[in-house]
């Protein structure tokens, strides 16, 4: 994996390959980060990092200048690499061992972008109940952005803060918000 762009664009990094994980293509990545780039200045951003895996999404918005991160995951040996990358390129990213599920019924304070990149496998129903748990704890920011990456064969249009989605190859990233005031 590489970082696309800010200050360590080009850089690559290699993860240890007993890590169970499918990190996100840099062609998604980089479709998303230009979607996310029209929306919001990253030096201002809080950023919560669900199924965080290799770091690749925390480290992106840290070199693009995000320093409030959190990045969360079940497996001790990616939080321990996020955090030894974190180190030695100096972002402040908060490295969480913690079940999504669990750490969403417990987590406080808003964030303004929270990013999801569950397995493939996971069904709907359970990316449906992630998505209701980051609304009902609130734990979104009023122009704050959930984006869940997931298959191509699982449509998540149902959800009541659906916004919109975006395939790129195999890959979607379904984009959820809190609703208008005014609609």
Request: glycine share 6%; charged share 25%; net charge negative.
């Amino acid at each position: 994996m590489r970082i696309i762009s800010g200050k360590y664009k080009g850089k690559r990094l290699t993860a240890p390959s007993k890590l169970p994980v499918r990190p996100t293509t840099d062609f998604a990545k980089e479709a998303l980060f230009n979607v996310l780039n029209n929306h919001y200045y990253f030096n201002e951003l809080t950023v919560t990092d669900l199924f965080a895996g290799t770091g690749n999404i925390s480290f992106e918005f840290a070199s693009r200048g995000c320093e409030h991160l959190k990045a969360v995951d079940a497996h001790s040996g990616c939080v321990q690499y996020i955090r030894k990358i974190s180190e030695e390129l100096e972002f402040n990213i908060q490295c969480i061992k913690s079940d999504v599920f669990v750490y969403l019924e417990k987590a406080t304070g808003e964030s303004d972008i929270i990013f999801a990149d569950p397995p493939y496998d996971m069904p709907a129903e359970k990316l449906m109940e992630m998505a209701d748990l980051v609304f009902k704890n609130e734990l979104l920011g009023e122009e704050g952005m959930l984006i869940i990456e997931h298959s191509k064969h699982v449509a998540l249009e149902t959800h009541p803060y659906f916004n919109n989605a975006r395939k790129y190859g195999g890959s979607v990233f379904s984009f959820f918000e809190w609703p208008d005031e005014e609609s």
